[in-house]
């Protein structure tokens, strides 16, 4: 077990839940397949137990640390870790273009922000080769579901859209001090490579994979309708690509999705 003192009590606030067994950080280590060329950026690095495993693993480390009373008692142990530069920061607002394309990403996320850091990370998908991240469990079966899953919704539609994603294991509460109420999972993401997409068509694809799944119960059809769609455009769309005018958002691949709204928007893929 990694010792847990002399540090402050975790603040609940932040999601401080540390890893406190050494075999999942090695399992996350391997899982990352972190090679000494690499530059790894790792969010909220805590009291450490990740990073100096990262350490030993990477050329480069960036640990980005919200609390400044745990970056103060990480950079006690800079000598321990001259590869490992300790910033002290919010990683939803940290800038990110200084990071070589290719960084890989490893974190433990803190649960309260995991959803939008991990969109700030597909965000930026062309400055990382892959990312491998703790989540709750829950987030990450809906990360991975397909159609016709239960779990299968908005969440997994962006996310698939832009990156492979890959259940690596589970991981128990009793892993982490202080002990979490749910399950966790590591997750990989591999960011696709796709065509160069504005905002507005991104922010399109966004609004309709919403709409969709806006009201789960009706059909696409109906859906999108009652989220201002014409419900004429919808159904010939539907029909030009081979899809049933009564499929629902779940049962609609994200391939699917994607024809759909090149479709709707005029440019049919
Ligand atoms: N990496 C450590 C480990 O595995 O033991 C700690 C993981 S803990 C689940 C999440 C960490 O993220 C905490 O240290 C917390 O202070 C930090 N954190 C929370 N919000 C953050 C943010 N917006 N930016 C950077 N770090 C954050």
Redesign the pocket.
């Known amino acids: 077990m990694v010792p847990d003192h002399p540090f402050p009590p975790a603040?609940k606030r932040?999601?401080?839940?540390?890893?406190i067994d050494p075999n999942i950080i090695r399992k996350i280590v391997t899982a990352a397949a972190v090679t000494p060329d690499d530059t790894v950026l790792e969010?909220?690095?805590?009291?450490g137990?990740?990073t100096a495993a990262l350490s030993k693993a990477a050329r480069r480390v960036v640990a980005?640390?919200?609390?400044p009373l745990?970056h103060r008692l990480l950079q006690d142990r800079q000598t321990e870790w001259p590869n490992v530069e300790l910033i002290c920061a919010?990683?939803?607002k940290y800038p990110t273009d200084g990071f070589p394309t290719g960084t890989a990403v490893v974190?433990?996320?803190?649960y309260y922000?995991s959803t939008p850091l991990l969109f700030r990370l597909l965000e930026q998908r062309t400055r990382w080769s892959r990312m491998v991240l703790m989540l709750q469990e829950e987030v990450v079966d809906r990360l991975i579901a397909g159609p016709g899953r239960p779990d299968y919704g908005v969440l997994s539609v962006m996310a698939q859209h832009v990156a492979e994603m890959t259940k690596e294991f589970y991981v128990s509460p009793h892993c982490f001090r202080p002990k979490p109420d749910v399950g966790s999972a590591v997750v990989s993401v591999r960011p696709k490579t796709l065509p160069d997409r504005s905002v507005e068509e991104e922010s399109r694809f966004g609004a309709l994979v919403r709409g969709a799944f806006a009201h789960r119960r009706k059909t696409l059809v109906n859906s999108l309708r009652d989220e201002a769609y014409d419900q004429k455009s919808v159904t010939a769309a539907l029909d030009a690509l081979g899809i049933s005018v009564t499929a629902r958002a779940e049962n609609l691949s994200v391939a699917q999705f994607v024809s759909l709204e090149a479709r709707l928007s005029g440019s049919p893929s």
Request: proline share 7%; net charge negative.
């Open positions: 603040n932040l999601g401080q839940h540390f890893l969010i909220g690095p805590g009291r137990a990740l980005v640390e919200i609390d745990l919010d990683a939803l974190a433990n996320l803190p922000a």
